[in-house]
């Protein structure tokens, strides 16, 4: 034998055999569902005993589209769906028809301020030339909507970089915002996985102000860290005012249930530039705490 070329697979890839099924021969048999090749069949996938295998799914597909687009790390942005551009908030101020509304709309444009901030901050973190092994580091991942995740999004690509969109399913209409790299857009069914892909590669998270959802996802980190469950990255609480309007930390130490190292989990800045070098500080003194190359 003089040629010694081993084939790299003899069974045919689920990809042939999946283009080979659709030209089946037409009878009761092969119309019959239970024909259907198994990652086929809809019907079969969506059986509620297969929620085990789209966890599984929804876990990898996102996984897997990352690495192969050399993604190290992220810069996770959370925030608001309603806080607007400053210009949009103008404008339903001015639309605003009773004290109500106008007194939500007053608090909008005065919040309004953070989309430029994050999308400044994005273009900060979106420079950064990629790592020896040719990975991408603080690439830009946000929740993929309107807003301040737009935001995010936007100020990636101001600098000509990818970004991450992780959308998520809802009972009203949802769509990525169009600064999402469309490559990189995901969408999810499981608030839970969709959140494990936030932090699975985030190095650094930015928490602007925001509602249940980015009180439920900030939290979450918050408990992460505070357990050990993961190692500490930086926590950036973008803007003082209304983090420390809405949610009183202080009264958390006060009445004992949490202690008072643990509000040096997060870090309060307000602008773009306060947020960058916070970041550059962590990691700076964490190499001098341990100048020893990670594993």
């Known amino acids: 034998m003089t040629d010694t070329r081993v084939p790299s697979r003899v069974f045919p890839a689920a990809k042939q055999d999946a283009e080979s099924a659709k030209t089946a021969v037409s009878t009761p048999q092969t119309e019959n569902p239970a024909y259907r090749l198994a990652f086929q069949d809809m019907d079969f996938l969506l059986r509620e005993d297969l929620r085990p295998i789209r ?42 028809t009773d004290e109500k509304s106008k007194r939500i709309a007053e608090r909008l444009v005065a919040k309004s301020k953070y989309y430029d901030v994050a999308r400044e901050l994005a273009a900060k973190v979106s420079q950064l030339p990629r790592d020896e092994s040719g990975q991408r580091q603080f690439v830009v991942c946000s929740g993929g909507g309107p807003s301040i995740m737009e935001a995010a999004n936007r100020g990636a690509t101001d600098v000509g970089e990818e970004s991450i969109g992780l959308n998520i399913v809802l009972p009203h209409e949802q769509a990525p915002n169009p600064y999402v790299t469309p490559s990189l857009s995901f969408q999810f069914h499981y608030f839970a996985l ?45 803007g003082r ?15 004992g249930v949490v202690s008072e190292r643990d509000l040096g989990i997060f870090t309060y800045v307000e602008t773009a530039d306060e947020a960058w070098a916070a970041v550059q500080r962590f990691y700076h003194e964490r190499a001098e705490a341990d100048p020893s190359p990670p594993a």
């Open 55 to 96: 966890f599984q799914l929804e876990l990898l597909k996102p996984q897997l589209l990352l690495d192969e687009a050399h993604i190290g790390s992220t810069f996770v942005f959370y925030g608001s769906a309603r806080i607007p551009a400053p210009d949009k908030a103008q404008a339903m101020l001015e639309l605003a």
């Open 241 to 255: 005012e209304f983090w420390s309007r809405v949610v009183n930390f202080d009264a958390l130490v006060e009445e």
């Open 194 to 238: 969709r959140k494990m892909h936030f932090l699975l590669h985030a190095r650094a998270l930015a928490a602007f102000p925001g509602g249940f959802g980015t009180f439920d996802e900030l939290f979450e980190l918050l408990t992460l860290i505070q357990t050990g469950k993961i190692a500490p990255i930086p926590v950036l609480l973008v």
